[in-house]
């Protein structure tokens, strides 16, 4: 059974850092990667990182250079950096991951950053 659970939302300052975490078990985040997505009220869920298994990454242009995404394999665990945060970037957090075809997400983390 796949599982991926998230941590680290928080209410953070315009301008601070925060990392999430997302920890996979049922799923080897070394063979299948693994994406962070966000949902901010009233708007679509966006990709903003993505590993592969293989480690490269992938950012588009709203978060690059200001969110890292990276992954202990050891652990199986996934985090997302953030900084110079923006009141823009509050949103529910998920992490996203995919074997044999199927799409399992987490539960969802809410990160809220004030002016």
């Known amino acids: 059974q796949v599982q991926l659970v998230e941590s680290g939302g928080a209410l953070v300052q315009a301008g601070g850092s925060l990392r999430l975490s997302c920890a996979a078990s049922?799923?080897?985040?070394?063979?299948?990667?693994m994406n962070w997505y966000r949902q901010a009220p009233g708007k679509q869920r966006e990709l903003v990182a993505a590993?592969?298994?293989?480690?490269?990454?992938n950012y588009p242009d709203s978060v690059k250079g200001r969110f890292i995404i990276s992954g202990d394999n050891v652990k199986n665990t996934v985090y997302l950096q953030k900084h110079s945060l923006k009141h823009e970037d509050t949103a529910v957090y998920y992490c996203?991951?995919?074997?044999?075809?199927?799409?399992?997400w987490g539960q969802g983390t809410q990160v809220t950053v004030y002016c």
């Open positions: 996203q991951a995919s074997r044999d075809w199927i799409t399992y």
């Open positions: 049922g799923i080897l985040i070394s063979m299948n990667g």
């Open positions: 590993i592969t298994g293989g480690g490269t990454t």
